[in-house]
C-alpha cells in the first residue's frame, strides 16, 4: 500500500520560506516520478515542480527561481524547499507519485496516480 505523508506546512509571512518533507512507504521514491502540486480554495489543482527518476526536475513558470524539489533516496523522502513566498502561494500541498514509464515528465495532475492527504501553506503580506 502507497503512502504519502506530507509535513512543514504553516503560515509564514510574504518573503519567508518554508521546507515541505513528503515521507514515502509503500514505494521506492528512486524508481517512482514524483512531483508537488498545489490547490487553492476555488482553483483547480496545479503543477509546482516535478522530478524525475534521473533527477531532472519541471517547474512551473510562477515558482522559477523561488522552489526547489528535491529527494534523500537514502531516507525515500521528497522535499520542497520554497522561498521567497508569496500570497499567491498560499494553498494546500499535495506530494504525487507515479511508477508508470514516462520520457518526460511535465506538470499534469493526470500523469500521477499515488497522492498524500496535503499540508497546508498560508503566506500573509
Known amino acids: 500500500q502507497v503512502q504519502l505523508v506530507e509535513s512543514g506546512g504553516g503560515s509564514v509571512q510574504a518573503g519567508g520560506s518554508l521546507r515541505l518533507s513528503c515521507a514515502a512507504s509503500g514505494i521506492t521514491i528512486s524508481s517512482y516520478y514524483m512531483g508537488w502540486f498545489r490547490q487553492a480554495p476555488g482553483k483547480e489543482r496545479e503543477g509546482v515542480a516535478t522530478i524525475d527518476t534521473y533527477g531532472r526536475t519541471n517547474y512551473a513558470d510562477s515558482v522559477k527561481g523561488r522552489f526547489t524539489i528535491s529527494k534523500d533516496n537514502a531516507k525515500n523522502t521528497l522535499y520542497l524547499q520554497m522561498s521567497s513566498l508569496k500570497p499567491e502561494d498560499t494553498a494546500m500541498y499535495y506530494c504525487?507519485?507515479?511508477?508508470?514509464?514516462?520520457?518526460?515528465?511535465?506538470?499534469?495532475?493526470?500523469?500521477?496516480?499515488?497522492w498524500g492527504q496535503g499540508t497546508q501553506v498560508t503566506v500573509s503580506s
Open positions: 504525487a507519485a507515479d511508477g508508470r514509464f514516462k520520457p518526460w515528465v511535465g506538470l499534469d495532475v493526470a500523469d500521477f496516480t499515488h
